[in-house]
């Protein structure tokens, strides 16, 4: 069983930033690639963010694309994801998961969630 813990969220205002880390157990961290995924009310988890098993491979979505950036330390079995330039809009729970295979896109790749951690950013 792979337990993941979600830190950092919080209330920052448009412009700022925030720092999320995601603590993992259980099962080999670093044999897996890692994703970000946020919902805000009313809309669909959407991706944000992966990286895979070594770092050597990001992936963003393009609304983050230069304002986030995903990285990991799989001596510290933590993945983070740095929130930059911070708009309203990326107002969201944030979530973070284990990928298992197929697409880094798409939530169903994903096997194994946090609970989440929510990131509000006021105008």
């Known amino acids: 069983q792979v337990q993941l813990v979600e830190s950092g969220g919080g209330l920052v205002q448009a412009g700022g930033s925030l720092r999320l880390s995601c603590a993992a157990s259980g099962r080999t961290f670093s044999s897996y690639a890692m994703g970000w995924f946020r919902q805000a009310p009313g809309k669909e988890r959407e991706f944000v963010a992966a990286?895979?098993?070594?770092?050597?491979?990001?992936y963003y979505t393009d609304s983050v694309k230069g304002r986030f950036t995903i990285s990991r330390d799989n001596a510290k079995n933590t993945v983070y994801l740095q929130m930059n330039s911070l708009k309203p809009e990326d107002t969201a729970v944030y979530y973070c998961?284990?990928?298992?295979?197929?697409?880094?896109?798409?939530?169903?790749?994903?096997?194994?969630w946090g609970q989440g951690t929510q990131v509000t950013v006021s105008s």
């Open positions: 998961a284990q990928h298992y295979g197929g697409s880094y896109y798409y939530k169903e790749s994903y096997e194994y």
């Open positions: 990286i895979s098993w070594n770092g050597d491979n990001t």
